[in-house]
């Protein structure tokens, strides 16, 4: 690596509660690169003048959140398939001068399932998704890269399923709320996108008996690590995969462009994070 230190840093309005410098500041250290993570706090009216002027921004890359995602994407002359895909980036560099960027979200949602449950894929006819937002966008795209035969999406708001459906082809079936329990009938995947059992929000209260004894059931909100919807399977005796393994592995595709070395996601950095959740009180 060049002795010049690489800027790198996490781009969103309200993003002091990040956890990616505390992420690929372990990996940086761990790899023993000349680099820095920081965070840039970017107020929604000043986003599309500070991507414009990026190259003078002091930064080689950065990650984007909520809520610049989009502004991300128009921002940049070049994005890969899959931000192409779901319309929002939340990985940028610098190649010639010019912003590229990519979506990583996708990738993380599948390598933590792949992690955790590596047959989780085989033979899955349906999957139910609850949600139809940005996140739902992302975890749809990848289950039907993945193959799954029919994506179920429930939302409070039907259109927004639909939405989706008119998006990704007729592999994508958009429900009411209110008939989701008919479609969790022998279900083998069920995945949580709202923000419901997030802390501070209320939980998410759904009959899990209908499900297959064999089901898996993950939820990619993380604080709380063990949301209610997690306890409750358990409690069934199925198969859980909390949602920082999402955070975790959405951040490996861009600390390997920005620094040429490809990190892990270790017990050892799942700890460290979780250990930083419990020192906010973000635990329970």
Same mark, same amino acid.
């Given at each position: ?20 410098? #505390?992420?690929?500041? =372990?990996?940086? *250290? ?6 820095? =993570? ?11 003048? +500070?991507?414009?002027? +990026? ?29 192409? *895909? !779901?319309?929002?980036?939340?990985? /940028? ?16 949602? #599948?390598?933590? !399932? ?9 033979? #899955?006819?349906? *999957?139910?998704? /609850? ?9 749809? =795209? ?16 039907? *259109? ?7 998006? +990704? ?10 008939? !989701? ?18 802390k501070g929000q209320p939980p998410l209260d759904i009959d899990l008996s209908p499900l297959s004894p064999d089901a898996l059931v993950t939820d990619i909100v993380y604080v709380p690590l063990e949301t209610p919807l997690l306890k409750a399977a358990k409690a069934r005796g199925l198969a859980t995969v909390d949602g920082l393994g999402m955070l975790l592995h959405q951040a490996v595709p861009?600390?390997?462009?920005? +620094? ?8 050892? #950095? ?6 930083? !959740?419990?020192?906010?009180?973000? /635990?329970?």
């Open positions: 690596m060049s002795a010049v230190t690489r800027n790198v840093a996490i781009i969103g309005h309200p993003v002091s509660h990040s956890r990616s410098p #505390l992420i690929h500041g =372990y990996w940086l *250290a761990r790899h023993g690169i000349d680099g820095a =993570y920081g965070v840039r706090a970017v107020a929604p009216g000043d986003i599309d003048s +500070f991507l414009a002027a +990026f190259a003078a921004s002091g930064l080689v890359g950065g990650n984007v959140t909520v809520p610049h995602k989009e502004a991300a994407f128009r921002a940049c002359a070049a994005r890969d398939a899959v931000a192409e *895909a !779901l319309g929002a980036v939340n990985t /940028l560099w610098l190649e010639d001068g010019a912003l590229h960027g990519a979506n990583t979200d996708v990738h993380g949602f #599948l390598a933590n !399932l792949d992690a955790a449950e590596p047959d989780w894929a085989r033979a #899955l006819g349906e *999957a139910v998704v /609850l949600g139809a937002g940005g996140a739902a966008r992302a975890v749809v =795209y990848g289950l039907l890269q993945r193959g799954v035969d029919r994506v179920v999406v429930a939302n409070r708001t039907r *259109a927004r399923g639909e939405a989706l459906r008119d998006t +990704f082809g007729p592999r994508v079936l958009p429900i009411d709320w209110r008939d !989701l329990g008919g479609r969790l009938v022998g279900c083998r995947l069920l995945v949580n996108t709202t923000s419901l059992g997030m861009g600390f390997e462009r920005w +620094f040429g070395v490809r990190p892990e996601v270790t017990a050892e #950095l799942r700890a460290l994070v979780i250990a930083d !959740l419990k020192a906010k009180g973000q /635990l329970a």
